[in-house]
């Protein structure tokens, strides 16, 4: 399993989309750009502003799981934590 922590503390952290394509190529051991468009399996831009901070900055608690490229992808955030994304081969 390969888990991704999105940190705030970075000026511009990477979106929960590419912290997944770049997951999911080092799980493959391939280039980002070979991967099939994550689009075929979620909306990209709403899986970003599910996770994006509150208008007040607080962050958004959630946990959403699908499945790309034969990984189970789970992205999970609580109030205590960053956005931290995992990626199991599925079985």
Excluded: K
């Excluded at 901070?53 to 955030?77: A, H, K, L």
């Amino acid at each position: 399993m390969i888990v991704h922590t999105l940190s705030e503390d970075r000026p511009a952290p990477p979106s929960v989309t590419e912290t997944i394509v770049d997951a999911v190529s080092e799980a493959e051991d391939c280039d980002p750009l070979t991967l099939p468009p994550l689009w075929n399996v979620i909306d990209p831009e709403a899986l970003d502003a599910l996770f994006e901070p509150t208008r007040g900055g607080e962050p958004r608690t959630g946990r959403v799981s699908f499945v790309y490229v034969g990984y189970e992808i789970t992205v999970d955030s609580t109030a205590e934590a960053a956005v931290a994304v995992s990626v199991e081969p599925v079985a």
